[in-house]
């Protein structure tokens, strides 16, 4: 059974919900116009918001940060995605010399040894990566939902509290609301979707989930051992402080 055949099922407000999305993108790119970007994951979440920025034909780049250690399927997605994206879409790397040095010092797979060396690889792989995407940004989109975890419960649609503004145009969408517009849209989405992979980061760090487990509940699972399994997130949305519901989130709900 597919990801499509299993999830796309639509909230009874979906049409309002796309409306909202769709009008907060248009106004994002108004108001930023080429000083913001989308950051994707090629996850299902982000080839929809990369598919609303296509079909409405939005002034709006694309990023992919490629790590080193995505999936082949993830790989394959990425290339297809590049060649069909109105849209631009520029893919960034780490730096080689920092990898080459963290991978001989710790080896391949420090980040199974402890929680300091697993976010050390991160902020190598996708931080400082992610620096380089967002240079000379005022504003960047991304697909947070309030569903996939605890930490994320209150993620707003419009978050000003940081220096540069964040999009989460689907804040407010249901699993099934993603897998809906895939389905009606045709959406391309990466395989590993249909085995139960919901979140979908490097390979190492990722696996499938069973019926009932939290969305990310497969991202660095083997931290239950070293710290309780607390720490979920690599650090690109990671806050300090709530975040707060913006007037434009209330602007763009109405």
């Known amino acids: 059974m597919s990801a499509i055949d299993l999830h796309a099922r639509p909230s009874k407000d979906f049409a309002a919900k796309l ?3 769709q009008a907060l993108l248009k106004q994002a790119a108004q108001d930023y116009a080429t000083r913001i970007t989308q950051a994707s994951s090629l996850g299902a979440e982000d080839m929809v918001i990369s598919h609303l920025i296509n079909s409405l034909q939005l002034d709006i780049g694309i990023f992919v940060l490629e790590t080193g250690r995505l999936h082949a399927q993830t790989l394959e997605l990425l290339d297809s995605f590049k060649a069909a994206s109105r849209a631009p879409v520029t893919v960034y790397t780490p730096a080689n010399e920092s990898v ?11 980040m199974f040894k402890s929680i300091a060396l697993r976010k050390e690889c991160c902020n190598i792989r996708k931080m400082e990566p992610l620096a380089r ?10 697909g947070l939902r309030r569903e996939q975890s605890g930490a ?6 419009v978050d000003n509290s940081e220096p540069r503004t964040k999009f989460n145009p689907l804040a407010n969408w249901t699993w099934g609301d993603v897998w809906h517009y895939i389905s009606q849209n045709q959406v391309a989405y990466n395989p590993l979707h ?29 931290e239950a051992e070293l710290e ?11 806050k300090a402080t709530p975040l707060p519901v913006s ?8």
Do not use: M, Y
Not at 133 to 142: C, H, Q, R, S, V
């Open 152 to 157: 994320r419960a209150d993620v707003p649609l």
């Open 228 to 238: 309780g399994g607390s720490a979920k997130e690599c650090g690109l949305h990671v």
């Open 19 to 21: 409306a909202q999305t």
């Open 194 to 222: 249909d085995q139960f992979f919901p979140s979908i980061g490097c390979e190492p760090c990722t696996r499938a989930i069973s019926l009932g487990e939290d969305f990310r509940s497969g991202r660095w699972w083997w």
């Open 247 to 254: 007037s434009l989130s209330e602007k763009t709900s109405a």
């Open 100 to 110: 080459v040095q963290f991978v001989a010092r710790e080896g391949n797979d420090a």
């Open 133 to 142: 995407a967002l240079e000379g940004k005022d504003a960047w989109i991304t």
